[in-house]
Nanobody
């Protein structure tokens, strides 16, 4: 099974930016749509952003629309999440996973370790 690894999280002040990366440590997701999810303390994991197989279509949760941008670089087999204008409520562990386009509630593969994003006020 494909294994994904997330990186790029950290501590940032409100209004700041971070760019998360998602790469396959085992296998490839070049033929899959990919989503970013996040899980805040005490809450369920939720969908944040998704990108189609070829990168031409993107979808965002209402909470991040206009602030986050998902992209993918086939040459590097990496999916990115650029997060701008961060808010304290964006604090969460962020995960990536393959998704079925249109079914954004779950990932297809086992979850990785995620990367922690903490936004201070």
């Amino acid at each position: 099974q494909v294994q994904l690894a997330e990186s790029g999280g950290g501590l940032v002040q409100a209004g700041g930016s971070l760019r998360l990366s998602c790469a396959a440590s085992v296998g490839t997701f070049s033929n899959n749509a990919v989503g970013w999810f996040r899980q805040a303390p005490g809450k369920e994991r939720e969908f944040a952003a998704g990108i189609s197989v070829r990168g031409g279509v993107r979808r965002y949760a209402d909470a991040v629309t206009g602030r986050f941008t998902i992209s993918r670089d086939p040459a590097k087999s990496t999916v990115y999440l650029q997060m701008n204008s961060l808010r304290p409520e964006d604090t969460a562990v962020y995960y990536c996973n393959a998704i079925v386009w249109g079914a954004y509630g779950r990932g297809l593969w086992s979850w990785g370790q995620g990367t922690q994003v903490t936004v201070s006020s």
